[in-house]
């Protein structure tokens, strides 16, 4: 894992003492709200319906157990004792006091973390792959580019006042499992004809009011101008992007109206005339923060795993665990576990003290001391020992953390909604609480590999524009009210979801998601899941069994 | 339509209500909506409302002030007409535990 430098520590304990003059000057009314608004903000502290909300950083979704630990003493001694991971890799407490804020930010910085540019209109927090390191078929760790282009662009003079927020994801592998074709900037890692690594370079992906997959503006970008091609897009954006009206401000807007070929041109344009700057990327630099990312010190292991086995083949809850919820390794011998922290009935995402705590003791005990934070809001262990499986599962169980339901039904994408956000026209919470209480594992089984993601609001925080079944809470006349779209994709094969016509009750949407996948299974071919079949037989019968054939 | 000022407290960011019988001078914040001060009429909604900013500028224990409509039941209670006020007033509808319905607010 990467280490702070005495950069990293110095930049984040000036912000803590920043913060703290800030807060105690608007506590004593010396500054207005409107003036401390955006202080706060670049602080990652929001003012939600019932309190504050800290948004913390975790850098690409990486931590360790101690970092984990004291996320959880945070829960515990400043908010209520539980805590939200989101689709951004982040955590968001929401109850945190502004007085204690500062107290806060001081905590995280003695773990290296930190809120800065959890908000704002500057560049987020670098998402990336939650098996990076340990991911068969991987190219490359991308933890080291998201990295270095965490340092690039923390406090970047020139991209502080954006026209909008912007989020960047990278992944190492083929298969996408950070969304990356719906973000701002989207890098994959590939080979060129020669067999050199680079990057695909995508932009312009997005959700929110409007939706867009992202355009490949360059096939293959050399390594060592990673940093100089995102701060020509940047460059670019920054230039051409919208300030006039903030629902057009985005750069998928941007590209959008200059138009790819323009919009590339400039960017290769502007490329030329800083590609062997100073941004130009020495190898030994690379090699510096590569070397933070060495894989752990794997034992040599045969791959095989008779207690593994043996325990599968007797108990058949740990079967189901292992089939959904356990990964292969690039390693011989070891897999990924997939934390779901997603039990029937619960809110996704929403983690308590206790439960961080366990996890960070697992982490230490089966994985090395890393965990990860995923955009699907679980927690993952990235290198356990196959041999230990049963170990880790029968750990896990005790505290309420073996639901085997990763890339299942219940395997919901859910935003806060409603029931804590100020932005939100709808719950959300509510009704993915319905749904994972809705299906036995049996029946999650029968239906396979699927993905529903629920917004409260069109933001679009619950991913609802790329999954399988998307539900839109919206706000008719005063009462909640839900839109369904089918067909969305936030993996490699990335597509947006289409609306199946108006919209429904709380109680109803329920109900309509059950006659979607009923339908699903009766038209399915074979072992097809859900956004094959889809893509096949269209939207049409889906739409005739939940209205009635016209 | 009935009206009162809803806003968040300053240090904590919990939901306040300009309290009964504030006015210019003597303004106050009270934690339950029973307590709030009702405008009965826009032009007194008005009126709290801008006694409620000035206050906010003045004295910073609230900030964002703004007006919500109510319904008086025949007990007196005050309900807010819209779901997003109404989870303000009482607190997340997924944890009881929290927020003003484990301070007692009643729904």
């Known amino acids: 894992m990467y280490r702070y430098d005495e950069f990293d520590h110095a930049l984040v304990q000036d912000r803590v003492t920043q913060f703290r003059r800030q807060v ?52 515990r001694r400043y908010d209520k004792g539980y805590g939200h991971f989101t689709t951004r890799q982040n955590i968001q407490y929401n109850w945190p006091k502004l007085e204690e804020t500062p107290d806060i930010l001081a905590e995280l910085a003695e773990v290296e973390m930190h809120a800065i540019q959890t908000s704002g209109n500057c560049i987020r927090n670098v998402t990336s792959d939650q098996y990076a390191g340990a991911a068969q078929g991987e190219i490359e760790d991308p933890r080291i580019w998201c990295e270095i282009a965490r340092q690039w662009s923390t406090l970047h003079p020139e991209f502080s006042f954006l026209p909008r927020k912007f989020k960047i994801a990278i992944t190492g592998c083929e298969r996408d499992r950070a969304a990356v074709k719906v973000h701002d900037i989207g890098m994959i890692m590939k080979h060129d004809e020669a067999g050199e690594v680079g990057f695909e370079v995508l932009v312009g992906g997005g959700l929110g009011r ?125 897999a990924i576990v997939n934390i779901s922290v997603k039990p029937p009935g619960e809110p996704p995402g929403d983690v308590t003290d206790v439960q961080m705590e366990a996890m960070a003791d697992m982490a230490d005990a089966y994985s090395f001391s890393e965990l990860r934070v995923t955009h699907v809001q679980n927690v993952t262990l ?26 299942l039904v219940s395997d919901i994408i859910c935003c806060p909604g409603l029931d804590y956000c100020a932005l939100a026209n709808a719950r959300s919470i509510p009704v993915a609480q319905e749904l994972t209480k809705r299906y036995t594992l049996e029946r999650q089984q029968e239906i396979g590999e699927m993905q529903i993601k629920i917004s409260g609001c069109i933001n679009a925080c619950g991913h609802h524009h790329v999954g399988n079944i998307g539900i839109l809470g919206v706000d008719r006349k005063g009462e909640e009210h839900y839109q369904v779209q089918l067909g969305g994709s936030a993996k490699e094969d990335a597509s947006l979801g289409k609306i199946i016509g108006r919209g429904f009750t709380q109680e109803e949407v329920v109900e309509v998601v059950d006659t979607l996948l009923d339908t699903y299974l009766e038209l399915r071919e074979g072992d097809e899941v859900f956004i094959d079949t889809f893509r096949r037989v269209g939207i049409k019968p889906f739409k005739e069994r939940v209205y009635g054939a016209a | 339509m009935a009206q009162i000022v809803i806003a968040s407290h300053l240090g904590s960011g919990r939901v306040m209500f300009l309290a009964r019988g504030s006015s210019e001078g003597s303004v106050s914040w009270g934690g339950l909506i029973e307590t709030s001060e009702v405008a009965a009429d826009e032009e007194r909604a008005a009126a709290l409302l801008a006694l409620a900013e000035a206050d906010a500028n003045a004295r910073h224990e609230v900030v964002d002030p703004y007006l919500i409509d109510v319904e008086e039941e025949e007990d007196g209670r005050l309900r807010p007409t819209k779901w997003r006020e109404a989870i303000r007033c009482l607190g997340p509808t997924i944890r009881k535990d929290l927020g003003k319905q484990a301070e007692g607010a009643e729904a």
């Open chain 1, 210 to 334: 409007t939706p867009f997959v992202g355009k490949t503006i360059r096939d293959f970008l050399p390594k060592e101008h990673f940093l100089s091609y995102m701060e020509a897009i940047l460059r670019v954006y920054n230039q051409l992007g919208r300030r006039d009206n903030k629902y057009k401000a985005r750069i998928k807007v941007t590209l959008h109206e200059t138009g790819q070929e323009e919009f590339t041109r400039l960017v290769e344009e502007e490329w030329e005339t800083i590609k062997d700057s100073t941004l130009k990327l020495p190898k030994e630099e690379v090699d510096r923060i590569a070397a933070h990312f060495e894989p752990p010190e794997w034992k040599a292991l045969p791959d095989d795993a008779p207690t593994c086995d043996a325990r599968a083949a007797s108990d058949p809850e740990f079967a189901a665990w292992l089939r959904h919820n356990v990964e292969p390794h690039k390693a011989a011998g070891y």
């Open chain 1, 24 to 75: 105690e000057r608007r506590m004593k009314g010396e500054i207005s709200e409107e003036q401390f608004r955006p202080l706060r903000l670049m602080n990652g502290l929001y003012l939600q319906l019932h309190a504050y909300m800290l948004r913390v950083a975790i850098p690409y979704g990486t931590l360790d157990s101690r970092q984990m630990r004291k996320l959880a003493y945070i829960a």
């Open chain 1, 382 to 407: 990235p290198h356990v020992e196959k041999e230990r499986l049963p170990a880790l599962f029968d750990d896990l169980a005790k505290h309420g953390l073996a639901t085997a339901n990763v890339g």
